[in-house]
């Protein structure tokens, strides 16, 4: 148990002190994030929509296409110089690797939505009322399936001729249910004096992650060396 | 001498096109192999199967007693692999990408293994440049020495010489004939048959993915290789040519 740990904070420590010195992965998620939040901005007036018409599609949006873009970065640094072979050759158990990318993927995303969500919450005015533990266990639910399925998929994306193109080609079809849940449940936070239904969709998302991350930890073996 | 290595049959095909065919290879304990052929010959292939980064179409492999097939793991923890990356993280010092790959290879005393290491290659003034700076040599220093980190018995190295100057060359060479002579077993492709014909104990030439000739090093001291390749390019022109 403590080799297996062991590795995964190797592979988290490395990806993310390789992230702090070039910063790719970082700047690729927030440039990404901040450019579609401004650009909803200016197509959703805030002054003249609900919020809870235009938030949940920004947010997610943003953070989605942008994460699409940092597990690209992050697999394509991989592929650069062979670091996938390294991977490969070396008897490390291969859950183990997952969980280590993940959470550095993880890492990388938070911090680009801590940095894109001021943003939204500066432009479409919310306030505590919508910034609740509820909303934050929606945003970590969420980050956390996407990666889930998405550092699997950037593995796959990476073999194929298409690399960039295949990634949300794979993706966004799996992540269906995920961005539904997070979309939906949202629009119940941002909704005043309701959160009718908001039960279902943290189900959902718990229920998706759990499926993920066991499928991930099984198959990523098999994806990294096929 | 106990056998490290035993291919039989060995095969591997992309699509319709066999990049290998029919290979049986054996190493024992201690021995160096040098593979030869001509660019597109196998000798690429060969390797990275044996590095278990491809699977074999047909054929077996045993390492260390183990089928790579059904315990990876437990022959990866034997295996030391360079190719022709360096598997170097360039963002990272010298000293954190060893300690990364010995983090991967679980093992112990992490930071006397990576100072040795580095030491055994030169490079422990340069422990905490990171990798980007250095030069296309001294990359390939710190790769053999990623390699060696975990005392593999057995050394995969596919064209280590490549892009190296003379010095470089010399050096990688002879840090090769120490670990020779220290029990490793190696198996190497490569272009410069006269930097590893001293010290190796047998060539093997493939062609179009065949094994066409096997014989002790010290036959090609005193005939000129290259000169020779092309005969055997010639001799075996067709596909089915395979001298035995």
Same mark, same amino acid.
Request: aromatic share 12%; charged share 40%.
């Given at each position: 148990m403590k080799a297996f740990w062991g590795i995964v904070g190797a592979v988290l420590a490395r990806d993310v002190r390789a992230e702090w010195r070039r910063k790719d992965i970082f700047t690729t998620i927030v440039m990404f994030g901040l450019l579609t939040v401004v650009v909803f901005v200016f197509s959703f007036d805030p002054s003249r929509h609900a919020r809870e018409e235009v938030v949940p599609g920004t947010l997610w949006t943003a953070f989605f296409f942008a994460g699409i873009l940092g597990l690209n970065r992050s697999a394509a640094r991989d592929s650069q110089d062979d670091l996938v072979s390294g991977l490969i050759t070396s008897p490390a158990d291969r859950g183990a690797l997952y969980f280590g990318k993940l959470l550095a993927h993880l890492v990388f995303m938070l911090v680009g939505e801590a940095v894109i969500l001021p943003l939204v919450v500066v432009w479409f005015d919310l306030g505590a009322r919508h910034l609740t533990p509820s909303f934050f266990a929606l945003l970590a639910l969420g980050t956390l399936g996407y990666l889930a399925v998405g550092t699997v998929f950037a593995v796959v994306g990476q073999k194929t001729r298409l690399r960039e193109v295949m990634l949300p080609v794979l993706l966004l079809p799996v992540l269906t249910p995920l961005l539904l849940a997070c979309v939906e449940g949202t629009t119940i936070v941002m909704t005043p004096d309701t959160m009718e239904g908001f039960g279902a969709w943290i189900k959902l998302l718990v229920g998706f992650d759990v499926i993920f991350l066991v499928t991930g930890f099984l198959l990523y073996g098999f994806v990294l060396e096929d | 001498m106990k056998g490290v290595l035993e291919a039989t049959k060995l095969s591997r095909r992309y699509g319709r096109f066999w990049a290998l065919r029919d290979v049986d290879l054996e190493l024992k304990a201690g021995e160096a192999v040098a593979l030869l052929g001509a660019n597109g010959a196998g000798k690429s292939t060969l390797l990275t199967t044996l590095a278990t980064l491809a699977r074999p179409t047909r054929g077996r492999i045993e390492i260390m007693g183990h089928d790579p097939g059904k315990g990876a793991a437990r022959v990866r923890a034997h295996m030391g692999y360079v190719a022709h990356h360096t598997l170097l993280d360039d963002a990272l010092s010298a000293r954190e990408n060893l300690a990364y790959y010995a983090a991967l290879f679980g093992l112990d005393d992490i930071d006397r293994r990576v100072h040795q290491r580095l030491s055994e290659v030169g490079l422990e003034r340069r422990? #905490?440049?990171?990798? #980007?700076?250095?030069?296309r040599g001294m990359r390939q220093r710190l790769s053999l020495a990623r390699a060696l980190l975990h005392d593999p018995s057995l050394l995969i190295l596919d064209?280590?010489?490549?892009?190296?100057?003379a010095p470089g060359c010399r050096d990688l060479a002879d840090r090769l004939r120490e670990e020779r002579a220290q029990g490793t077993s190696i198996i190497l492709a490569t272009h410069q048959l006269e930097r590893v014909l001293p010290w190796c104990d047998r060539v093997v030439i493939l062609h179009r993915g065949r094994k066409v000739e096997e014989s002790p090093a010290s036959t090609y001291d005193s005939i000129g290789w290259a000169g020779h390749l092309s005969e055997i390019a010639a001799d075996h022109s067709t596909p089915e040519g395979v001298r035995t």
């Open positions: - | 422990a #905490e440049d990171r990798v #980007e700076g250095f030069s064209e280590p010489f490549t892009g190296l100057d």
